[in-house]
């Protein structure tokens, strides 16, 4: 079955880097665009930016410049490099697949910017 499993979340300061990951599993994984949300406490989940087959991205316009999106088909796995963080960016990030018409998320990593 379908799995997708974050990692590389932690406590970071403002102006700190992160690299989090998203490893794929049960389906083929270079056949699918991969994107990242992500949700703030007591906000709705937001999307963060999608990768492409082919490895075209698009990041939504408040993370642009600070974050990147990348994938490796070898490794079943999508990355998110977030630069230059701020508290802003404190959230849950989620991996998001859809996979032959059926929506799957992964189970969230916690990335907390704090000094």
């Known amino acids: 079955q379908v799995q997708l499993v974050e990692s590389g979340g932690g406590l970071v300061q403002p102006g700190g880097s992160l690299r989090l990951s998203c490893v794929a599993s049960g389906f083929t994984f270079s056949s699918y665009p991969m994107s990242w949300y992500r949700q703030a406490p007591g906000k709705n989940r937001e999307l963060v930016g999608i990768i492409g087959r082919s490895g075209v991205v698009n990041h939504v316009n408040s993370v642009k410049g600070r974050f990147t999106i990348s994938r490796d088909n070898a490794k079943n796995t999508v990355y998110l490099q977030m630069n230059s963080l701020t508290p802003e960016d404190t959230a849950v990030y989620y991996c998001?697949?859809?996979?032959?018409?059926?929506?799957?998320w992964g189970q969230g990593t916690q990335v907390t910017v704090s000094s």
């Open positions: 998001y697949a859809v996979v032959s018409g059926a929506p799957y």
